[in-house]
């Protein structure tokens, strides 16, 4: 009895953790944290910022979790891409604005993910901190990324095969971040062959590791559907707002790489 008290003690203590790994979560129903016109002014400012900017396409990213329970290194939960695009709405009036072209976990089943457009407002519904990433790839980039989303070859590159820290170099599972690292290289490469992309990834693209416990992960493999080490071989890498950022100024494809806050600073990364 004395044995079993114990074990069960540490399985408390190992779930009082799991939260802290859950760091690239892209869920599309989380409740808000804010006042809604402050969400609805924010979204509204995001969208007039990156129209200043002339961009037609462009990545964004939010920050869903506190800063404190992001492993190092690691500064936004969720990316997407964000097209310039005619929206129609309820009344059936047409206006203009940004769609963002999502992969979301699928409600009720966190380990698989589905594809869902949605808009500024919805995106950053149920953010922690009204704090955008703001990345804007040279025009080329963004013409190609427009070609492959509107062709609809987008929903070749998706797998649904959800994992919060997806390894970029390999299609065993992917997360929002990795689907939009694979966008970005069909986009820049001509290709939607999957084991190319992989390839051209791991020649060029500098992934995040994920500095965390390894204990906290081993456990979260174990109880959590949408965390798993299986495609990783040592080291734990994944793709992040940050590092495709990087990667893309690195290669001089990016115009724009910043964080735009709620109080209108803008700060490069």
């Not at 399985?11 to 609805?40: R, W």
């Not at 002339?54 to 500064?75: H, N, S, Y």
């Not at 290709?191 to 992960?217: E, I």
């Amino acid at each position: 009895m004395k044995s079993r008290t114990y074990y069960l003690l540490i399985m408390i203590s190992t779930f009082s953790f799991l939260p802290n790994i859950v760091f690239a979560g892209s869920q599309s129903d989380a409740p808000s944290q804010h006042e809604p016109k402050k969400i609805i002014k924010f979204a509204k400012d995001v969208e007039k910022y990156a129209a200043s900017k002339g961009a037609r396409a462009f990545i964004i990213a939010r920050v869903g979790r506190p800063e404190k329970d992001l492993p190092e290194g690691i500064k936004f939960t969720h990316t997407a891409v964000a097209l310039y695009s005619n929206i129609t709405l309820d009344n059936g009036e047409v206006v203009q604005g940004y769609a963002i072209h999502n992969l979301y976990q699928i409600n009720g089943k966190p380990n698989q993910s589905e594809l869902i457009v949605d808009y500024p407002v919805d995106f950053f519904w149920g953010v922690h901190e009204l704090t955008a990433g703001i990345l804007i790839p040279r025009k080329e980039v963004q013409e190609k990324l427009i070609e492959l989303i509107a062709s609809g070859n987008d929903k070749a590159l998706h797998n649904q095969h959800y994992s919060v820290i997806a390894n970029p170099f390999n299609s065993t599972f992917q997360n929002c971040t990795e689907y939009t690292l694979d966008l970005l290289n069909s986009a820049i490469y001509g290709t939607r062959d999957v084991a190319q992309l992989k390839v051209n990834a791991k020649a060029h693209f500098h992934a995040q590791q994920v500095k965390t416990n390894p204990f906290k992960l081993f456990f979260g493999s174990l109880f959590m559907d949408d965390v798993t080490t299986k495609d990783h071989d040592g080291k734990v890498f994944t793709a992040t707002f940050t590092t495709i950022g990087n990667y893309l100024r690195r290669n001089e494809l990016a115009s724009e790489f910043i964080t735009f806050t709620a109080s209108g600073d803008i700060n490069s990364l």
